[in-house]
């Protein structure tokens, strides 16, 4: 295990000096996966990344018979500070119940992670919830997830109540019960 645990360390560390380098905000999921198979290793889990391009991202094998299907999303922060969100397209994954637990990785500066929060597939069961334009940025990507500062920004941000989801409120209002929440997922 320590082997893997090296090699993903290193292929976070190239990640993040070829988006530094190039400034290519295509490379983010890549690295977001890596950081985050990284994270589990260290938290002394088996972690295998799934290389394609639809589906769960991760598989963490907890023992012989439990396997956990991991999606990761990831976002950075806005250039006013903090705001950012997370499509599920659709919400086709979250209907079909393709993954068991989500993590949204948050991005400040473009590399540096500041938060890691962690969902089970039944506290986003609202996101699938498709909102209308303009709260998502695009007609055919209308399952989001929003994350802002605080839950005042959020409020002020979709003032219309209609336009709320349930786990984005939670999520405001008690962010310690996703944030660094790795037990989630291990439990």
């Known amino acids: ?3 893997k645990k090296t090699s993903f360390r290193n292929i976070v560390d190239n990640l993040r000096n070829s988006i530094v380098i190039s400034q290519d905000k295509r490379l983010i999921s890549y690295y977001s996966e890596y950081l985050v198979a990284l994270k589990l290793s260290e938290l002394g889990y088996d972690v295998e990344v799934l290389k394609k391009t639809q589906g769960p991202d991760l598989v963490v094998h907890i023992d012989q018979d439990v396997d956990r299907l991991v ?3 990831s976002s950075h922060l806005d250039s006013e500070g903090w705001a950012c969100a997370t499509s599920f397209y659709k919400g086709t994954s979250i ?3 393709e993954f068991h637990f989500c993590v949204f990785v948050i991005f400040e500066k473009l590399v540096k992670p500041v938060e890691y929060l962690i969902f089970t597939l039944k506290e986003l069961e ?3 919830k498709e909102r209308p334009y303009p709260i998502t940025a695009f007609p055919n990507n209308r399952c989001v997830l929003f994350r802002y500062k605080n839950l005042r920004e959020y409020k002020r941000e979709i003032p219309n109540v209609k336009d709320r989801l349930d786990i984005e409120i939670k999520l405001h209002k008690h962010p310690e019960e996703f944030r660094n929440r790795w037990d989630k997922i291990v439990s």
């Open 1 to 3: 295990m320590d082997a």
């Open 71 to 73: 999606e990761i999303k």
């Open 95 to 97: 209907r079909r119940g």
């Open 126 to 128: 609202d996101v699938k």
